[in-house]
């Protein structure tokens, strides 16, 4: 069974600052990995999608890589803003069982201006 | 283009009753999945339609039940309402079954049950 894992749960940091979040799967047969951005209360919005051929994918200040053999991703944020504030989500599309993703707790971030 | 949208946003229900929530996908996402998510905790998956068929059943009761229409979009039926059934409800679509393309979630629709 697929589990995937967040840390930290949550990260207070000023702002500017880069920063890391990671993501692990104890199950290496994937498809994908997805990040998302989850305000408080609201739904999910897809930050980046790494296909499981893939290394890594960027998107403005958002960089996200995978590690498929060792079940580990990051996703790196450059120069943190108040905006950025949010909890984030790491999803896995796995290969095994019949769900479509399976997410971790997420990472709650805070960037103090 | 519309992303996917989901309603109710909000509703209150008391313990016992049944509750109908309702998606529609992005135009031409062929796959519907819906999660709940309590608070603090990450989504969990309920159901995946493809092509108005079942795909995929998470570990929920038997009082959760859901369907897809010709035009794609999705209703979630829950039956004697509990209180723990109390969370944000999520809809995704994607373009292809299980989790092979990008999905896309709705704003949610948060159920309270007193």
């Known amino acids: 069974k697929q589990e995937v894992t967040q840390i930290p749960a949550a990260l207070s940091v000023p702002e500017g600052e880069n920063l890391v979040l990671n993501c692990s799967f104890t199950?290496?047969?994937?498809?994908?990995l997805q990040w998302f951005r989850q305000d408080p209360g609201k739904g999910l919005t897809s930050l980046l999608l790494i296909q499981s051929s893939q290394r890594e994918q960027t998107s403005g200040r958002l960089n996200a890589s995978l590690d498929k053999s060792s079940g580990r991703s990051t996703l790196y944020i450059a120069a943190s803003q108040p905006g950025d504030s949010a909890t984030y989500l790491c999803a896995v599309g796995s290969l095994s069982g019949n769900t479509p993703l399976v997410f971790g707790k997420g990472t709650r971030l805070s960037v103090i201006a | 283009d519309a992303g996917v949208t989901q309603s109710p946003t909000h509703l209150i229900k008391t313990r016992g009753q049944q509750v109908t929530l309702r998606c529609s996908p992005i135009?031409?996402?062929?796959?519907v999945s819906w999660y709940q998510q309590v608070l603090g905790q990450g989504p969990q998956f309920i159901f995946q339609?493809?092509?108005?068929?079942?795909?995929g059943r998470g570990n929920f009761p038997d009082r959760f039940s859901a369907r897809q229409f010709p035009n794609y979009s999705s209703e979630l039926n829950v039956n004697a309402l509990l209180l723990g059934d109390s969370a944000l409800y999520l809809c995704?679509?994607?373009?292809?079954?299980?989790?092979?393309?990008?999905?896309?979630f709705g704003q949610g629709t948060r159920l309270t049950v007193v």
């Open positions: 995704a679509s994607s373009l292809q079954d299980r989790g092979l393309t990008e999905a896309f």
């Open positions: 135009s031409g996402h062929k796959s």
């Open positions: 339609y493809y092509e108005k068929e079942e795909r």
């Open positions: 199950d290496s047969a994937i498809y994908n």
